[in-house]
């Protein structure tokens, strides 16, 4: 008798969802590869391929795997959504915002999707417009701790720190090892002894249930509020313990960026600038630029306050460009097609010829590029007391992003390589082109430093800089929330207070730093 061997049903989209949640991108991948081969016009599964693409860092996979979803479903927000991700990640903020706009138009009433579509107007920069989606996500389902965080996490950039706080304790409510409300939270305020959350986030790490990634979270929120505290000692713990963690769970591998400091100021001379070919001379933007923590946002808010002028915020708009012209997309050999592509890609918001500043940290490892592709752009290098600088990179986690900060010994070196660079440029950059401005100066005499900026951005004195605590324009720095509050000198010789547990970043600054300028 012949046995029938039953058709087997492939895995439905939900299970290649929960395998994305839990973070298994193989598994997803693979359930999605049998549904389409069931039925090749899933465009659900076409998305999940796009998420998965995105994840590996594959972006002309993620584009594909996108057009396919839009193509099937051009109709639903998801795909357009994705697309625009996809635009927005590959450099292409103009088309990614465009395609935001057009899912916007189709979003309906589908709290994945608003809380989506608020995410990416995020990334465009546009905040609150993003708040509306996720006010919108929350109102229809309360409960989900994500939907709170995201719309928690734009009332702080946009300075609505009590309604921030509101959302943060409601989605602790609903999810007490929500490591992401916790540290925001610790974030909003300065904690009091009446008002803190040290006992209940140190009883969730008594509990031991806790994911390595969310202990990090916690320890540095912990570290935040203990210092509020002046609990010295018991903040240090904890910073030094999610230095810890981070490291572990980071490749040993990680770029050596004390040697790429380096290999830039060999290479790029002032012979090397001057005979490099001309740039795009007709647009003069301002670069404020620095290590993490060390006073940028606060000089970014006080030029932003001028009436002549925007900020289009940490776009990273340079450096994308830089690659796309080393890859032979752009030119390599061509500043001046370099210096108007990355106008276009990091003023896409604004009117045409609108004077404006950039942010983005990074952008100090490129002052000799900047000046060549862009030679009418001013260029702002920020500096901090080494201790205080170090205290404070290592005190803060940034999710990913600079990996020296974890390590005493290579932080003092980044700091030190950061010196090098900043005197490089100084002396390899024309003065109308470069400043370098001390956060103390700003601190301690705030009016004088900041007539001395706007001076030499060659814009009109204007009243309003020194209001810049007042500005209601958005912030989505880690500064977000102190750029809110006037001028204070707290920060000063924050160090001191940890001065025996910071031996080692002390000892290692020591090396090219004189002892009177580490006191």
């Known amino acids: 008798?012949?046995?029938?061997?039953?058709?087997?049903?492939?895995?439905?989209?939900?299970?290649?969802?929960?395998?994305?949640?839990?973070?298994?991108?193989?598994?997803?991948?693979?359930?999605?590869?049998?549904?389409?081969?069931?039925?090749?016009?899933?465009?659900?599964?076409?998305?999940?391929?796009?998420?998965?693409?995105?994840?590996?860092?594959?972006?002309?996979?993620?584009?594909?795997?996108?057009?396919?979803?839009?193509?099937?479903?051009?109709?639903?927000?998801?795909?357009?959504?994705?697309?625009?991700?996809?635009?927005?990640?590959?450099?292409?903020?103009?088309?990614?915002?465009?395609?935001?706009?057009?899912?916007?138009?189709?979003?309906?009433?589908?709290?994945?999707?608003?809380?989506?579509?608020?995410?990416?107007?995020?990334?465009?920069?546009?905040?609150?417009?993003?708040?509306?989606?996720?006010?919108?996500?929350?109102?229809?389902?309360?409960?989900?701790?994500?939907?709170?965080?995201?719309?928690?996490?734009t009332e702080r950039m946009i300075g609505a720190l009590g309604d921030a706080e509101t959302h943060c304790d409601a989605a602790i409510a609903r999810d007490p090892h929500y490591a992401l409300a916790h540290y925001l939270r610790s974030d909003l305020r300065v904690q009091s002894a009446d008002r803190n959350h040290v006992e209940e986030m140190e009883a969730l790490i008594r509990d031991a249930k806790l994911a390595r990634p969310s202990e990090i979270l916690l320890r540095f929120a912990l570290g935040k509020e203990c210092e509020d505290l002046e609990l010295w000692e018991r903040a240090f713990a904890h910073v030094q313990a999610g230095c810890d963690l981070q490291l572990h769970l980071m490749a040993p591998d990680r770029p050596n960026m004390a040697a790429e400091i380096d290999r830039i100021i060999r290479l790029h001379t002032r012979d090397?600038?001057?005979?490099?070919?001309?740039?795009?001379?007709?647009?003069?933007?301002?670069?404020?630029?620095?290590?993490?923590?060390?006073?940028?946002?606060?000089?970014?808010?006080i030029i932003a306050s001028h009436p002549a002028m925007s900020s289009v915020g940490e776009t990273g708009a340079f450096a994308s460009e830089l690659a796309r012209a080393i890859a032979g997309q752009a030119g390599a050999a061509d500043p001046a097609r370099l210096g108007k592509r990355y106008i276009d890609a990091a003023a896409f918001r604004l009117p045409p010829n609108a004077r404006f500043l950039d942010k983005t940290l990074e952008n100090y490892l490129h002052c000799g590029l900047i000046h060549v592709a862009l030679p009418a752009a001013k260029i702002?290098?920020?500096?901090?007391?080494?201790?205080?600088?170090?205290?404070?990179?290592?005190?803060?986690?940034?999710?990913?992003?600079?990996?020296?900060a974890y390590d005493q010994v290579e932080l003092a070196d980044t700091i030190l390589a950061y010196r090098r660079l900043s005197q490089h440029w100084q002396a390899t950059l024309p003065p109308h082109a470069l400043m370098i401005v001390n956060y103390e100066d700003v601190v301690r005499e705030p009016e004088t430093s900041s007539r001395t900026i706007i001076d030499f951005l060659g814009l009109p004195w204007a009243d309003e800089v020194l209001r810049f605590h007042e500005s209601p324009a958005p912030s989505a720095t880690a500064s977000a929330v102190q750029v809110r509050r006037p001028i204070y000198t707290s920060s000063l010789g924050r160090w001191r207070h940890h001065a025996k547990n910071l031996a080692p970043l002390r000892t290692r600054l020591a090396h090219e730093i004189p002892e009177s300028e580490l006191v």
């Open 380 to 404: 702002i290098l920020v500096q901090r007391h080494p201790l205080d600088a170090g205290w404070a990179i290592y005190k803060a986690h940034f999710q990913g992003k600079f990996p020296f």
């Open 1 to 153: 008798m012949r046995t029938t061997v039953p058709h087997r049903q492939p895995p439905g989209i939900d299970a290649a969802r929960r395998a994305f949640g839990a973070g298994d991108i193989a598994a997803t991948e693979r359930i999605c590869a049998e549904i389409l081969a069931d039925s090749a016009d899933d465009w659900a599964a076409w998305c999940l391929l796009t998420e998965t693409a995105l994840r590996r860092g594959r972006y002309d996979a993620a584009i594909v795997c996108a057009g396919r979803a839009v193509r099937l479903a051009p109709r639903q927000a998801m795909p357009l959504i994705l697309r625009a991700k996809c635009l927005f990640l590959s450099g292409d903020s103009r088309e990614a915002l465009s395609a935001t706009e057009a899912a916007a138009k189709h979003v309906g009433a589908a709290p994945d999707a608003l809380d989506a579509l608020g995410a990416m107007f995020g990334l465009l920069g546009l905040h609150r417009r993003a708040g509306e989606f996720f006010v919108r996500a929350v109102e229809l389902c309360p409960d989900v701790p994500q939907y709170l965080f995201n719309l928690a996490a």
């Open 272 to 301: 090397w600038i001057a005979s490099a070919p001309s740039g795009h001379a007709a647009a003069a933007p301002v670069f404020v630029t620095g290590l993490p923590r060390t006073g940028t946002t606060l000089v970014e808010r």
